[in-house]
């Protein structure tokens, strides 16, 4: 059983940085990783995920640039770094894992999930 947990949401400024992190329990180095997120009134969608061997990455065109992503498989800890922030990217942020990276960020699927965690960028 792998249990997820995000933190490091929050309030910032457009232009501003914010740093996600995903705490999981069971068997994290196995998995295929990611994150994906879901405004009010909108699809949830995929933003990036992480392969387990090659550590290969992905990550939706409207982050590319912005957005690193990371894992730390010794802390079984997922990481969403977060620069230049826009209002746009507003959205509670979810961590999963059991996926294909990257076909599950079309298809949105993932074995295991976390609770999200809110991210508000004003303007």
């Known amino acids: 059983q792998v249990r997820m947990k995000e933190s490091g949401g929050g309030l910032v400024q457009a232009g501003g940085s914010l740093r996600l992190s995903c705490t999981t329990t069971?068997?994290?180095?196995?998995?295929?990783i990611g994150w994906f997120r879901q405004a009010p009134g909108k699809e949830r969608e995929g933003v990036s995920c992480?392969?387990?061997?090659?550590?290969?990455?992905y990550y939706t065109d409207s982050v590319k640039g912005r957005f690193t992503i990371s894992r730390d498989n010794a802390e079984n800890t997922l990481y969403l770094q977060m620069n230049n922030l826009k209002p746009e990217d507003t959205a509670m942020y979810y961590c999963?894992?059991?996926?294909?990276?990257?076909?599950?960020?079309?298809?949105?699927?993932?074995?295991?999930w976390g609770q999200g965690t809110q991210v508000t960028v004003s303007s």
């Open positions: 999963a894992a059991g996926l294909r990276c990257p076909d599950d960020m079309t298809t949105l699927q993932a074995n295991y």
């Open positions: 069971g068997y994290f180095d196995l998995y295929a």
């Open positions: 992480i392969t387990y061997s090659t550590l290969s990455t």
